[in-house]
Every structure is written in C-alpha cells, then in structure tokens.
C-alpha cells in the first residue's frame, strides 16, 4: 500500500520550519548512504548537531500527531530520519533502502515534503510497483507513505529546491497487505460509528479490527 496523504502539516508550520532551516548548512547526502546506494545518491542532508535534531524532532513529531499518518505506520519505532534537499540537477538513482538501520527493521518509508510544487521542477519520487513506475511529486505538508521494499528514485531536480523529511520506521504490523486491510478496517469502523452510533455492526467491526491488530502485531 502506498499513501499519498495531503496537508499532514498546515502551511504557518511548514513555514516556521523553513525559516528555521534557512540558519543551517546542509552536507553531502553521500555521508549516511548504505554501500549499494552511495554511487547513485546526490544530494544534500541537514548537517546534525543539538539544534538541527531539534528541528528534525520536531517535523517529525508535527507529522506523526496526523491520526492518518498514524494509521498508515503504526510506529513502533522510528529507526531513522533526516532532511534532505535536491536542487542543480541533483538526484537519488534507482536503490532498495537498508532492511536495517540503528537495530530496526525498516518495514516503512516516508518523504514529507517541505517545498510547495511552484517552488522546485523534476523531483519527482518513483516508486517501481510490481506492475510498473508510478510517480508523486510532493506538494508542501503532503506525505509519501511507502513499503521499504520496493526500488526507488528521485528524478533530478530540474530548477528551485526540493526539500523534504525522510524516514525509516519498523511497524507494529510487518506485512504491508495486513497493514493495508487495518487502514481500510479501521476507516470502516469510524464511518459506521459516525454514521448509526454504537451499533451491533460498529461492535462487530470494531472487534474483528482490534482483534486482527491483536493477531498480528509483532
Ligand atoms: O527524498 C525522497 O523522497 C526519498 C529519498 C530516498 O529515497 C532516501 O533517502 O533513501
Ligand atoms: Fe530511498
């Protein structure tokens, strides 16, 4: 399941983080790249120090209080993330992002653009599906929800700045089918709860859904 979802962040906050970033320096993405994937990573990270990660935290922790993005992950632990950004022509080829990272699994992973769509061209992020490349291009708040299993790229950005937060997190539901039927369980439970109360079926769903959450957790 992939999940595009739209204004996670509201604007007035995407903007405060911006000024923010706007005060620090950015290094060489190649720095925190696996062995597979240095050749073909080019672009730029958030340079770390307490500050820095205070602004990442906090972008992050904006992103997870979303109760979509919430449901889409179910955070166990979020293994790793950082900011990245694209501009001049840069790029991420084609990589399968490591299956482990700081002693997680990596079940997830996520882009959270900071950049509205008139403020870069290109950057496209494509996914190779098993049945062909599809492509997102990210406007600002908006997340990308993907399986960490599948090859990726970012197309070069062609003019502006493509700024993003990006992220690794081992899930408490590991299998992406399971976590997809939970999405769509969970959005039944609610509509039915708003539309007729506490009814028999509310019950009934509620309880398979929190059951089969139960089965398979892990
Ligand atoms: O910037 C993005 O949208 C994704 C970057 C990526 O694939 C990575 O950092 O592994
Ligand atoms: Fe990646």
């Not at 007035?12 to 620090?24: F, G, R, S």
């Not at 449901?71 to 501009?87: D, G, V």
Request: proline share 2%; net charge negative; glycine share 6%.
């Amino acid at each position: 399941m992939i999940i595009h979802l739209q204004q996670v962040i509201d604007k007035p906050t995407i903007d405060v983080i911006n000024e923010k970033l706007a005060q620090h320096t950015f290094t060489d993405g190649k720095l925190s790249a696996g062995a597979g994937a240095k050749s073909v990573k080019n672009n730029q990270q958030l340079s770390v120090d307490q500050k820095a990660q205070g602004l990442v935290d906090f972008t992050l922790q904006r992103m997870l209080r979303n109760p979509w993005v919430e449901a889409a992950l179910r955070p166990k632990t979020i293994a790793r993330s950082m900011i990245n950004r694209y501009q001049n022509e840069q790029s991420y080829g084609v990589h399968v992002d490591d299956a482990l990272m700081n002693q997680a699994r990596t079940d997830i992973s996520f882009t959270l653009s900071l950049s509205a769509l008139d403020e870069y061209q290109g950057g496209a992020l494509t996914i190779d599906e098993h049945s062909g490349e599809r492509s997102w291009r990210l406007d600002a708040g908006d997340v990308l929800i993907y399986p960490s299993h599948f090859l990726h790229q970012v197309e070069p950005v062609t003019a502006g700045q493509r700024t993003a937060l990006v992220g690794w997190c081992q899930s408490w539901v590991r299998d992406a089918q399971q976590r997809a039927l939970l999405f769509d369980m969970q959005q039944a439970v609610m509509q039915e709860f708003e539309a007729k109360g506490r009814s028999e079926q509310y019950l009934l769903l509620s309880k398979s859904y929190q059951n089969l959450l139960r089965m398979w957790m892990d």
